[in-house]
């Protein structure tokens, strides 16, 4: 499995992006998450579809102006973000999860498939 992140840019505080996630390869089996890294912090857990039937999860603080789909058949997932806010700054990661349980699906070493990464800047 291949991902390709795309998307990414420059937008002011309050605007909107829509990230996608294209696969190569069959990702029909897995949960497809996004994560984030911010200037000088760690990469952390931003959201994730399920892979048997589209239930989504999200953390916390982009709960409500985040949403995240996926088109099956055209293999691609995509991260619309509303709202934005000066700290959703960050390069974006898209990444496949194997995993069935809910457990270790907000865990980034349970992903073995990683996209480049797209950088997204909010000016306030």
């Known amino acids: 499995v291949q991902l390709q992140a795309s998307g990414g840019g420059l937008v002011q505080a309050g605007g909107s992006l829509r990230l996608s996630c294209a696969a190569s390869?069959?990702?029909?089996?897995?949960?497809m998450g996004w994560f984030r890294q911010a200037p000088g912090k760690e990469r952390a857990f931003v959201a994730v579809i399920r892979w048997n039937g589209g239930h989504t999860y999200y953390a916390d603080s982009v709960k409500g102006r985040f949403t995240l789909s996926r088109d099956n058949a055209k293999n691609t997932v995509y991260l619309q973000m509303n709202s934005l806010k000066s700290e959703d700054t960050a390069v974006y990661y898209c990444?496949?999860?194997?995993?069935?349980?809910?457990?270790?699906?907000?865990?980034?070493?349970?992903?073995?498939?990683w996209g480049q990464g797209t950088e997204v800047t909010v000016s306030s």
């Open positions: 390869g069959r990702t029909l089996g897995y949960n």
């Open positions: 990444a496949a999860n194997p995993d069935r349980g809910l457990l270790t699906i907000r865990d980034e070493n349970r992903y073995n498939y």
